[in-house]
Structure formats: structure tokens, C-alpha cells
């Protein structure tokens, strides 16, 4: 059964190579007790989302809605991460002309892919939903189980479009810009989701009543339109047409690419001539420092997914823009002292990262005639530099609507700035370099203590500008 060339036998090459460029592997001396921790809080949580889930039954027709509301946030955010995967392991591990001059049916290596990165993509949201079913079936209500098939489907259906699209896109614009694409879909949806989640804050209760109420299914009439949402709550012949659906999919792409894969099209849709030399050439500093400080911005410019990553660490300034410009009542303008605090963290943090991770050659400059600590001053200011570029408006705006506020923000950005500066050079965080075929790094320890930093300090800040910072906690 799991004879060279097999099917099994691929299937387990690939999901082994796809464990190596993992982060818990890469991060395998420092990630066991976090995981170990998060996933018993993870697990906790969902006892207690469970019981009162199970205290406060919904109608069938709000529960289909949850679910297929649930079902396509994470279509749309396994399609986005799946078109990342199915670049890399199509054009930038390098073997697909070696697997094409072996005896190996091509048609299998490009089923195992497929499968492979339907696994990959969907198991990060099997782990956090399979939390919320295990709590379930604890107390009896085994339906929830279904959660973890229709995952799994689900994720085969995006792996299913994204092989399409990349081959496409590929074809037409190059494998960089159909990542870019992936990362702008990610981006996309991730903002959606933040501004549905903060809805009820700029919308009237009453439209927006209206609005979940239009998306509810009919209680007598539960059609096509929510076959998927009951086949997630366990319904035994929704969830079989909803596994079969993606199953059908599945073969339906890999039939339609396997004879294009057979003939070598897709590894050669990667192959693009060189770009222009004058508009890849730069011009050199004069001086070394300046020299170093620019080297460092063209890496962190030119690393993929830079624009939606950063984007997604700010998106703290929602709220902060909207206390500030006073669409937030409820909410004290002291609260964006710590939230401000937090972003400067997180954003100095992935900087720094960026720009150690995406170094390719660091011992040609290391043996450049300067001082040891010279590279790395130059890393560490740009990163700097960066960050306080990005924070410069929102200070702008605390100085204008709450100035009082602004000496306590600023040292704090300061010391927040610094701590993950230097974390960061030391222990940067897990990122893909820019270049296609180079293997992460980064440890995921770096994370944690990044984000632990982070909100340490803007507890700090908020201790200081706030009267009564613990008020919260009692009140009825």
C-alpha cells in the first residue's frame, strides 16, 4: 500500500514537507508549552461558549444563518491563504520538472498537492472549531461534530478554486502578483470582518435589525441556499450533498488541470523573462549609513504581503479614529493611549522582522570595513523609522483632540518601540522571506513575548491616563 509512487506514499512525502516549512517545526524548541497553553484556553472558552449555547437555544432558521455566514468567512479566508500555498508548491519548490521526468503518474502528484493544501489550509480552523464542537458533544449535543467534515470540505473546495485561479493568473501576470492577489483577498475580507463586527457602533439598531434579518432563511422553506449551513449543524443529507459538492469540485479542477500539469504548461506558465535593468538598478549612498538604512527599507518594501500585513496590525486605528472624531460615546478618548502603545509594539516588531528574515546576504555586509554594531543600528532605525512614519498621524490627531494626552503616549511609544526593536532583532517572528524557494525563519516564542511586550506597556500607559482604570470590571 505505501510502495514508492503509491498514492499514500506521496500523500505522506507531501504532508512531510509541508511539516518542515511549518512554524511549529521551525519553532519546535520554544512552541510546545505555548501551544499547549493556548489551546487549553482555546478549549476552556468553548466549554463556556458551549453552555451557554446550550442554556440559550436558537431558532433552526438563526442557527443555519451563523452557520453559513461562519462557512463563508472561512471559504474566502481558506481560498486567499490556499492561492499562497498552491504558488509554492507548484512553482517555488523547483521539482516540477524533475516529478515530470519521473515514472510518477502526473495526475497523482497533482492530486496529493491539491489534497495537501486543502489539509493544510483547512487545519488551523478545524483546531479552533473543533474546540467549540468537542464542548458541545460534551454536553450530548453530538451534531456539532459534523463541524469538523465540513471544515475539512470546505477546505478541499478552496483548495479546488485556488489551484484554477493560480494557474490562471499565473499564466497571465507571473507568480508574484498572483500572491499579491491571494494577500489583497485575505486583506479584503479581514477588513470586512472587522467593520461588520463594529457595525452596531455607526449603524442604527433598526437598519441594522433589518439588514440580519433580510439574510435569515425561511423556517418552512430552508432551500439551496442554506444546504451548506445545515449540513454544518449535522443534518445527515445536507451534510452528505455539502461533502459530495466539494468532492465533485475537486475532481472536476484536478481533470481539468491534470492533462495541463501532465504536459509541463503550469511549471512553465512560471517562468517569466528577466524585468527592465534600469528600472531594477538603484543608486548607491555615498556614505555607508545611509547606504545600510535604504538596503533595509528597499527589503521590508519589497517583501510580500507587506501592504495587507500592516494593514492588518492597524486596524486599532478604527477605533481609535472613531473616538477621536467622537462616533464612540460610550467609550473614553484616555483608550487610545493603550491601543496606540499596543500598534507601535506590533508594528516595530514585524519591521524589524521583515528586514533580519529578508536579508539574504549578511555576510557580504558584515565584511564591509565598519563597526560590528554598524548593520545593526542601520536595521534597527529603519525599522524605527518606519514605524514612526506609520503612528506620525494618529499622534498627529491625539495632539489636536486630547493634547494633555500626548506626553504619556509619547513615552510610551518610545519604550514600547524600543523593547520590540530589540526583541525583534533577536528573536524575529515567523515570516515568509520574499524570495520564492527560501525557507522561513523566525520563532514563534518571538511572538508571544512580542505581543506580551506590547501589552504590557500599553497596561502601562493606560494606568497613567486613565482616573480609574479598573472601573470597568464593576460595573452592572
Known amino acids: 500500500m505505501f510502495a514508492p509512487a503509491s498514492f499514500p506514499w506521496l500523500f505522506l512525502h507531501e504532508l512531510r514537507v509541508l511539516w518542515r516549512g511549518s512554524i511549529l517545526l521551525r519553532t519546535r524548541r520554544y512552541v510546545l508549552i505555548p501551544v499547549l497553553i493556548v489551546g487549553f484556553l482555546f478549549q476552556a472558552i468553548a466549554l463556556i461558549l458551549a453552555s451557554q449555547i446550550i442554556r440559550h437555544p436558537l431558532p433552526l432558521s438563526e442557527m443555519v444563518l451563523i452557520a453559513n455566514l461562519n462557512l463563508f468567512f472561512f471559504f474566502v479566508l481558506m481560498l486567499s491563504r490556499a492561492m499562497t500555498a498552491a504558488i509554492d508548491t507548484l512553482y517555488s519548490r523547483g521539482d516540477a520538472d524533475f516529478l515530470l521526468a519521473s515514472p510518477i503518474r502526473p495526475g497523482r502528484v497533482l492530486a496529493v498537492r491539491m489534497i495537501g493544501v486543502a489539509a493544510s489550509v483547512s487545519a488551523p480552523w478545524m483546531l479552533l472549531g473543533g474546540a467549540l464542537a468537542n464542548a458541545l458533544a460534551i454536553f450530548r449535543q453530538f451534531w456539532a461534530l459534523a463541524i469538523y467534515p465540513m471544515l475539512l470540505a470546505e477546505g478541499l473546495a478552496a483548495a479546488s478554486v485556488a489551484f484554477a ?27 470586512f470582518i472587522f467593520a461588520l463586527g463594529q457595525a452596531p457602533r455607526y449603524l442604527p439598531a433598526q437598519q441594522l435589525a433589518r439588514f440580519w434579518k433580510s439574510l435569515l432563511p425561511s423556517e418552512q422553506g430552508l432551500g439551496v441556499t442554506s444546504l451548506f449551513g445545515r449540513g454544518m449543524l449535522g443534518q445527515p443529507w445536507p451534510l452528505a450533498a455539502s461533502l459530495s459538492c ?3 469540485l475537486f475532481l472536476a479542477v484536478w481533470l481539468v488541470l491534470g492533462e495541463r500539469f501532465a504536459s509541463g504548461a503550469i511549471s512553465a506558465a512560471a517562468y517569466r523573462p528577466a524585468g527592465d535593468a534600469q528600472a531594477q538598478g538603484g543608486a548607491f549612498r555615498a556614505t555607508p549609513f545611509p547606504a545600510v538604512f535604504m538596503k533595509n527599507l528597499r527589503l521590508l518594501a519589497r517583501f510580500p ?4 500585513q500592516t494593514v492588518y496590525r492597524s486596524l486599532t486605528l478604527v477605533p481609535v479614529v472613531m473616538i477621536l472624531a467622537g462616533r464612540i460615546h460610550n ?23 521583515v528586514m533580519v528574515g529578508s536579508d539574504e546576504s549578511p ?32 499622534l498627529l490627531g491625539v495632539l489636536l483632540r486630547a493634547g494633555a494626552l500626548l506626553p504619556v503616549l509619547a513615552a510610551g511609544m518610545a519604550c514600547v518601540l524600543v523593547s520590540n526593536l530589540a526583541l525583534g532583532f533577536k528573536m524575529p517572528i515567523p515570516l515568509i522571506k520574499a524570495e520564492f524557494g527560501k525557507a522561513g525563519n523566525g520563532t514563534l516564542m518571538g511572538l508571544v513575548l512580542g505581543v506580551g511586550v506590547s501589552s504590557a506597556w500599553s497596561l502601562a500607559a493606560w494606568l497613567l491616563v486613565a482616573p480609574h482604570p479598573f472601573a470597568w470590571l464593576f460595573v452592572k
Do not use: K
Not at 499564466?171 to 486583506?187: D, M, S
Not at 504581503?305 to 495587507?308: L, T
Not at 467609550?331 to 519591521?351: D, E, N, S
Open 331 to 353: 467609550g473614553t478618548v484616555q483608550a487610545v493611549v493603550p491601543l496606540l502603545v499596543f500598534l507601535t509594539g506590533q508594528l516595530a516588531l514585524f519591521f524589524i522582522s
Open 165 to 191: 485561479l493560480v494557474v490562471v493568473l499565473v499564466g497571465w501576470v507571473g507568480p508574484r502578483i498572483a500572491r499579491r492577489a491571494g494577500h489583497t483577498l485575505a486583506l479584503v475580507m479581514g477588513v
Open 305 to 308: 504581503g507587506v501592504v495587507s
Open 363 to 394: 555576510e557580504l555586509a558584515a565584511s564591509a570595513p565598519v563597526a560590528a554594531g554598524f548593520l545593526r543600528r542601520g536595521a534597527l532605525y529603519a525599522a524605527g523609522y518606519s514605524t514612526l512614519m506609520l503612528m506620525a498621524p494618529p
Open 246 to 248: 466539494a468532492v465533485l
